[in-house]
């Protein structure tokens, strides 16, 4: 980390540091965030790889959630710099902000965007489902342990730093933001630079993973992206966050980039099969390390500090070295050995009730061999709510809204993702498979 | 992971049935709309239909609805048309093969608990436009939110909420709503 010069913006005392980054060069900190990063709960995302298993299949993707998290605060940062200084009159004055305002708003997002993922299960999204349930019977997600983490662990370097009595945001503060909790009112307008179809998030992903797996398909215009970044109000009287005119083909780009990865890369065969496998070994370590949520494995439940603490042991050098010490089962070993189980039928990406009618039929009639099934679902643009809005005219008198999904004919014909996979292990492959030329035959 | 299939008919399902009961009754049968209405069902009707909502631009929110609404066009279950109306937006009508969808999930749809719920969710909210339905879902869940954050639910700090979250809103159309949720037992709210 090379520290650097004042700049005009901060007070003369402070120091600003820079990070090199592979996407975006350099990564610029101030001490407050360099000593949130240097908290030991967010030095754990050096231990918790992006993609999990993913480098299984493409050998390179071996990056992590730290380097990860640095690029969403550089580009949330970017995106909020480019709305405000292009729109600084219209949020004064059609949406009330004052200068101290913004300049709270912009610490905020920082910092959500930097712990957007501090609360990370290890082996990547694969152990989300070992997540346990909230009293009202749903599940925690990571979000909600992101922000848990933030609450009871980061209390401390988030609100007692000498730079944050000009702003005094308090923890709660970035946990709310991080869930969308409603006391944040006004606020969460900027909650779609971390959460939204445009999100610095996605953003950085894409181009992350593209760049170590060695694909061109997550690459899109993020300059272009980011000069045409806007707010507006919509067509009903909300406040959004909008891309102007120019940059919605930009948009589109990020769309379809997402599209591809996702197709191409996050549900291939063989990583999704090391996603069931990680998270068949997560179920064992768990159920060995005498955690148990409602007679399940599952994590502790974000709700206390001891807790958080207890979940925050977990990353993946210590997954990875049980799963060395032989201490992870079946799956362990296959993980180990890299003798995944093979996939034996999929349906097509959208598949007819008859492929469903299939999958059904063929599960009742090996479900013994069956190892797992594996539904990989992604819808690849939101309508309706989350539709990306489109600011027409910028600055001109018939300036107005409309959304992407109407001007776009590329993003209304992408329809979701259903794709549904049947796995048996490598000795039963070959008899599966006969049974399923068999039914196709029987079913015509 | 499971060795079950897994798949999802009783959501299917309830779209297609959404879209029969709604159709002729709701002013515009959209994307939004259908959001809302799943949300009441879920939350103020307590019927655990599998969604997890958050709050988005237009009120709670969940992708995995329109994932599903995808799945169930394609399949026939529903057809969706751009709407002619001056707002735009779009029109869910039942599509060829909503029956089959609705009989794939008829276990769910006519259990009694659910019939009784859904007539409700028709009579109470079928006739209101997707604007209403935001406001109404939007108050529900800043409620809960309140509640499960640990704050006190009083009728002022929530209009207060609601109103800075949503300005388009007037003071009284938040006022009105709260007072009819809370009327009908939807809201608990303290004075």
Known sequence: MAEIKDCKEQPPIQKRYEIRDPIHGFVVLNEWEREIIDHPAFQRLRRIRQLGLTEMVYPGATHTRFEHSLGVMHVATRMFDEV???????????????????????????????????GHAPLSHAAESLMPCNGAGKKYLHTDYSAAVVNHVMRDVIENHPMNRQYAITARDVADFLTGATRLGRSLLWRGLVSSQL?????????????????????????????TMAVAIDATGSPVLAVEEGGEHAAEGLIIARYMMFTQVYFQHTRRAYDCHSEQALKTLLSRGARSTQGRAAFPPPTARKNVEAYLEWDDWRVMGMIHAGEAGEHGEIIRERKHHRCVYATPEIPSTSDLEFVEELIARVEDKVSFVDRAEESWYKFGDADIPVLLSPGRRDERVRTLSERSAVVRGLKAVNKIRIYVPPAAQERVSAVVQKLRRVRG | MSVEAGIPWNRYGLIAELACRLDGESPQFGKTALQKMVYLLQEALGIDCGYHFQL??????????????????????????????????????????ANMLREKAKGFLQDEKVKKALDRLVREWGPLMARDLELRSTVLYVARDMKESGDQVTREGLLDLVRNLKPKFSHEEIKTAIQELSEKG??????
Do not use: M, W
Request: hydrophobic share 35%; net charge negative; charged share 30%.
């Open chain 2, 186 to 191: 939807f809201l608990e709210v303290e004075s």
């Open chain 1, 84 to 118: 405000v200084e292009k729109r600084e009159d219209f949020l004064k004055t059609e949406l009330g902000y004052q200068e101290a305002d913004l300049k709270r708003d912009r610490v905020l997002v920082r910092l959500a965007a930097l712990l957007h993922d501090i």
């Open chain 2, 56 to 97: 988005y631009s237009y009120g709670p929110f969940d992708a995995r609805i329109l994932q599903d609404l995808d799945l169930v066009e394609y399949v026939g279950g529903v057809e969706i048309h751009q709407s002619e109306s001056p707002g735009g937006g779009y029109e869910i009508r039942p599509g060829p093969q």
């Open chain 1, 199 to 227: 999100d610095a998030d996605r953003a950085d992903y894409l181009l992350r993973d593209s760049h170590h797996i060695g694909v061109a398909y997550g690459k899109y215009d993020l300059d272009r992206l980011l000069v």
